[in-house]
């Protein structure tokens, strides 16, 4: 998410379809949270273990699948497909339509501004504010507001079912949920500004080329045209590089986190194992476990 003296009043401007869109979010992360209950019956009743429905026993036959599991299985996947469909319209939408708002009076303000302006800003460094800039506001709006909403939501709905199962396996598996944090932190920082080196060369690249189909009459009768080659071919060598260095971290960022992610489900899995093993845990409440710290990370993979 961004916010900013500019930005803000999109928030607000969009906030009847925004929050349409976060009830319909949380709506389809609370239903999302009943499939592990489902998985956790149908193990367990397969498995010859008791199985609670509302903290009562119940007979695991065809009666119980279907009233039981099936049923809430389609209730559940209806309301998941409707309300994704419901959220993807709201929130991506509303970036587009803000994106949309920003370019018109981003150009109409470009066409009242002087002479002298544009001899001090190169047109390079505009087209990077039309494109690159404008693409990235709308990923934030978008996908940054969905993100942000659906880790918040899923996570605490998750992290509180995860608690009340289990506290110390929970404690457990938040050791290196932290540790992910902590490194995601700094490493986002290390790519916000080689994402601002991006843009640079970009804008660089752009003024290069632009300057170059300007003034190709003057290069042709100077004959600098293995010159202008070289310096373009020089700046092209610079924009890959700088790319190429943000790809790496950026791959290194997801490497890290599905590391620690798989680290914490082994703890799951061995903790959750012994457990089994006393019999504290039985291997259905293991999977609905596992369930619940797959929807944790789910926005975040």
């Not at 009830?23 to 193990?43: C, G, S």
């Not at 992910?180 to 290390?190: A, D, K, Q, Y």
Request: neutral net charge; contains cysteine; proline residues 2%.
């Amino acid at each position: 998410m961004i916010f900013g003296k500019y930005i803000n009043k999109y928030y607000l401007k969009n906030a009847p379809i925004l929050i349409l869109g976060l009830a319909a979010l949380i709506l389809v992360d609370y239903f999302q949270l009943f499939i592990p209950e489902l998985y956790r019956m149908v193990i367990n009743g397969m498995n010859g273990d008791p199985v609670l429905v509302n903290g009562q026993a119940a007979v695991f036959d065809m009666e119980f699948l279907l009233d039981q599991v099936c049923r809430p299985m389609i209730i559940t996947i209806i309301v998941m497909v409707v309300g994704r469909f419901l959220w993807r319209v709201c929130f991506f939408g509303s970036a587009i339509r803000v994106v949309t708002d920003l370019r018109t009076c981003m150009f109409a303000h470009s066409k009242e501004l002087s002479q002298e302006y544009y001899q001090v800003n190169k047109v390079g460094n505009l087209m990077s504010l039309y494109t690159n800039d404008l693409d990235t506001v709308q990923e934030c709006f978008g996908d940054g507001v969905l993100m942000f909403f659906d880790a918040l939501t899923l996570g605490l709905l998750a992290l509180y079912k995860m608690w009340r199962m289990d506290v110390r396996l929970t404690m457990l598996a938040l050791i290196p949920a932290l540790m992910m944090f902590l490194i995601g932190t700094l490493m986002s920082r290390v790519m916000t500004r080689r994402w601002e080196e991006r843009q640079q060369a970009f804008s660089d690249l752009s003024d290069f080329a632009q300057e170059n189909f300007s003034g190709i009459a003057v290069i042709k009768a100077f004959v600098k045209e293995l010159k202008e080659l070289l310096a373009f071919r020089k700046l092209n060598k610079e924009n890959e590089e700088i790319n190429v260095t943000y790809t790496k971290i950026a791959t290194l960022l997801e490497v890290l986190v599905t590391l620690f992610v798989e680290s914490v489900i082994c703890v799951i899995l061995g903790y959750g194992g012994w457990l089994v093993y006393r019999g504290q845990f039985n291997a259905g409440q293991l999977v609905e476990y596992i369930g619940y710290f797959e929807a944790i990370v789910w926005p975040i993979m």
